[in-house]
Nanobody, 118 residues
Framework: QVKLVESGGGSVQAGGSLRLSCVASGYIDSDCGHVWYRQAPGKERELISTLSTTGTTNYADSVKGRFTISRDKSVNTLYLQMNSLKSEDTAVYYC????????????RGQGTQVTVSS
């Protein structure tokens, strides 16, 4: 069973940057897309960025122009570069891969906390 482990979260002041990493413990099918999503207390889960099998990226309007998703296949790692952070970016961030249905993915990490103070 492949596991995903996120890291790189933490506390930062508004305007700062963080880079999240998501390491896969094993091989993930090449026909799987990869995503980052987040969930803040009392709010619905928000899909913020996707990376398709063809390399196409998409971003939620809330993070467009500030966040960048990328993947290094050689080290089985998905990244999320987050710049110009805002207090509203405070949430637990999750990586996931291989969408099944709805909000369910075959693989999902345990989450990493990002806290942005204004």
């Amino acid at each position: 069973q492949v596991k995903l482990v996120e890291s790189g979260g933490g506390s930062v002041q508004a305007g700062g940057s963080l880079r999240l990493s998501c390491v896969a413990s094993g091989y993930i099918d090449s026909d799987c897309g990869h995503v980052w999503y987040r969930q803040a207390p009392g709010k619905e889960r928000e899909l913020i960025s996707t990376l398709s099998t063809t390399g196409t990226t998409n971003y939620a309007d809330s993070v467009k122009g500030r966040f960048t998703i990328s993947r290094d296949k050689s080290v089985n790692t998905l990244y999320l570069q987050m710049n110009s952070l805002k207090s509203e970016d405070t949430a637990v961030y999750y990586c996931a891969a291989c969408w099944l249905a709805g909000q369910v993915y075959r693989y999902r990490g345990q989450g990493t906390q990002v806290t942005v103070s204004s």
